[in-house]
């Protein structure tokens, strides 16, 4: 790759609660079609359980397991969070250190279709 278009960096995952389903679906819609993930696994209702601003607290709510390039993280993690409905999201991103080359590479693509290439 040349010019402005960043190197693959190899397969990462983003997680993120969800106030509920259309919240999640409405920010993956977003983050697909800006092609900053590949896919957003959108699982059931599951209960959390958290501390926030010291006390504890108890919320239904939705999680989402987002699949980007590692080159993509930083800034797949910073729309979520613009387009996220709390105030703080929790958004937590990390690379995965392994993958078949087939799930790679298509990963690698959102590099090419977010350069318009």
């Given at each position: 790759m040349s010019g402005n278009t960043p190197e693959p960096g190899g397969p990462a995952l983003i997680w993120s609660p969800f106030e509920d389903e259309g919240d999640a679906v409405r920010v993956a819609g977003q983050l697909l079609d800006e092609r900053l993930v590949a896919c957003a696994n959108i699982?059931?209702?599951m209960r959390s359980l958290f501390v926030w601003r010291g006390e504890r607290q108890?919320?239904?709510?939705?999680?989402?397991?987002?699949?980007?390039?590692?080159?993509?993280?930083?800034?797949?993690?910073?729309?979520?969070?613009?387009?996220?409905?709390?105030?703080?999201?929790?958004?937590?991103?990390?690379?995965?250190?392994?993958?078949?080359?087939?799930?790679?590479?298509?990963?690698?693509?959102?590099?090419?279709?977010?350069?318009?290439?």
């Amino acid at each position: 790759m040349s010019g402005n278009t960043p190197e693959p960096g190899g397969p990462a995952l983003i997680w993120s609660p969800f106030e509920d389903e259309g919240d999640a679906v409405r920010v993956a819609g977003q983050l697909l079609d800006e092609r900053l993930v590949a896919c957003a696994n959108i699982l059931g209702p599951m209960r959390s359980l958290f501390v926030w601003r010291g006390e504890r607290q108890e919320a239904r709510e939705t999680g989402v397991l987002f699949k980007t390039d590692a080159a993509l993280l930083a800034r797949a993690i910073a729309r979520l969070a613009e387009l996220h409905s709390y105030d703080e999201p929790a958004a937590l991103g990390w690379h995965a250190a392994e993958a078949p080359p087939a799930a790679r590479a298509w990963l690698a693509a959102l590099l090419a279709a977010e350069a318009g290439t």
